[in-house]
């Protein structure tokens, strides 16, 4: 072989291992795929919870990316807030702190709409059950008053009322309700705490609204039932379920969220746990701390 050939051979072999080599490399992992490590299993379900009579489809990220589904546009991308009640001042303090939280989450405008009185209730809309409690048909709430006063500039339309809601006849209340295709929805406050509303009870009735109002919302935006992980797409029946989600999403349903939103993920990580922290939300702030030391 003369020196020319055997520089070529060398050449060749040369290439070969550093293809080799970098075929070997570790891929580099997504964001989704890394704060999957943080996600937790869900543990099976005991009677009274919501998986325990409800078999829901897995809806995975496929099935979602072929949805027809809400998604922010332009001139169609504040995500508003509609009070309906009459509120005291922790309670309007809990619809503010709740408009900074969703900001964060799902990374779009929010703005509060002016208050709408509970006279706007027919009897027809109202029920009372045996501890002389009043209810609000919340299928009422959304198809007889958000859509008709959902802006032209908005996404999706969240309400928030005081009342105690419920869905149909044969259910005893729901924490909240939202519409797929319409793209709006509504949150009870009204039994996210015990009676009333104290600066005692108020982190953790707040946390259970930040918990349902998100959840409500990711609905709007098309997310399933998260069967996934622990996550706050998670079915509830009552508030120690609601208690045991975390109001983080689970890395599956973050990935569906962002391929309709399209926001900087880790931006969005960063400004939650902020949050987190100066509310003193303990878990959710080790939760996103936790979730920040996989990305690095």
Known sequence: MNL??????????????LFFLFSCQKKELSYYEKIAFNDKA??????????????????????????????????????YLQPVGEFNILQKKQIELTKQYLAKYFQLEIKILPTLPNTIFPKSA?????????QILATYLLDSILIKNKPKDAVVLMGITEKDLFPSPEWNYVFGLASYENGVGVTSMFRFYDGNLTEVNFNKS??????????????MFGISHCLNANCVMNGTNNLTETDSHFAR?????????????????????????????????????SRAETDLKFLN
């Open 126 to 134: 109202k029920r009372i059950r045996n501890n002389n409690q009043e």
């Open 42 to 79: 869900l543990k099976n379900p005991r009677l009274g919870e919501w998986r325990y009579n409800k078999k829901e489809h897995f809806q995975t990220f496929q099935d979602f990316q072929t949805l027809k589904k809400i998604k922010p546009e332009e001139g169609k991308n504040i995500i």
């Open 206 to 219: 707040l946390e259970r609204l930040l918990k349902i109002s998100s959840h409500e919302i990711g609905h």
């Open 249 to 285: 999403a689970c890395s599956l349903c973050q990935q569906k969220l962002n391929s309709s939103l399209k926001y900087n993920s880790q931006k969005r990580l960063i400004e939650l746990r902020d949050f987190f922290e100066k509310q003193g939300f303990n878990r959710e702030f």
């Open 4 to 17: 020319g050939k055997f520089n070529s051979y060398l050449s060749l072999v040369y290439l070969a291992l």
